[in-house]
């Protein structure tokens, strides 16, 4: 199974300040048949189910905002929130769907400094 | 609007069986592969099992596989997961998960509500 782990396992940011989130997979998730990254990102506030934010690791799902956005490739990706929101206080997964046994991060609980 | 509506869930001793169902509605239930994830109390979330949508494919997660079956009603837009042997290590919250595609290897949205399972005596 592809294992992914997150950095950190906590973030504390300041509000309007950028969070990173980092992912990295333990086998390259990028497909070369058609230079593809199978790489999602969620956020999930308490009670709540997971939101998807990002697919193919870098395209934004219609609706979330802009100031989210995801980068990188092969074994190692980024979740960036540009500037900080109230509302952005949540934890963060990142999921491979490189293969149909999919896994995921552990999380990264993203609060506010 | 795209929905999945989860019931099943409960309090069951270890050793026991349950099924959860995971009612779909709101889009082409058989175009698309479904997934059951689960959430441990303060955990992250942990894949269980997929299922094409035709149903004649289907996956497990090590850590349930000859213990849950996955299966899916296409006429009545149905997601089952029937679980036997629960233990303790099962307690979790169970979400139903639309695969984007049919045929997996794609991301999950929607998400149901989430059922909860606890495995007690």
């Known amino acids: 199974d592809i294992v992914m782990t997150q950095s950190p396992d906590s973030l504390p940011v300041s509000l309007g300040e950028r969070a990173t989130i980092n992912c990295k997979s333990s086998?390259?998730?990028?497909?070369?048949?058609?230079?593809?990254?199978?790489l999602a990102w969620y956020q999930q506030k308490p009670g709540q189910p997971p939101k998807l934010l990002i697919y193919?690791?870098?395209t934004r799902e219609s609706g979330v905002p802009d100031r989210f956005s995801g980068s990188g490739s092969g074994t190692d990706f980024t979740l960036t929130i540009s500037s900080l929101q109230a509302e952005d206080v949540a934890v963060y997964y990142c999921q491979q769907y490189y293969t149909p046994l999919y896994t995921f991060g552990q999380g990264t609980k993203l609060e506010i400094k | 609007e795209v929905q999945l509506l989860q019931s099943g869930g409960g309090l069951i001793q270890p050793g026991g069986s349950l099924r959860l169902s995971c009612a779909a509605s709101?889009?082409?239930?058989?175009?698309?592969?479904m997934s059951w994830v689960r959430q441990a109390p303060g955990k992250g979330l942990e894949w269980v099992s997929g299922i094409s949508g035709s149903g004649g494919s289907t996956y497990y997660a090590d850590s349930v596989k000859g213990r849950f079956t996955i299966s899916r009603d296409n006429s009545m837009k149905i997601l089952y997961l029937q679980m036997h042997g629960l233990t303790a290590e099962d307690t979790a919250l169970y979400y139903c998960?639309?695969?984007?595609?049919?045929?997996?290897?794609?991301?999950?949205?929607?998400w149901g509500q989430g059922t909860l399972v606890t495995v007690s005596s």
């Open positions: 709101g889009f082409s239930f058989s175009n698309h592969a």
């Open positions: 998960a639309r695969d984007h595609g049919r045929q997996f290897l794609r991301w999950f949205d929607p």
């Open positions: 193919w690791a870098s």
């Open positions: 086998q390259s998730v990028l497909y070369s048949s058609n230079n593809v990254n199978y």
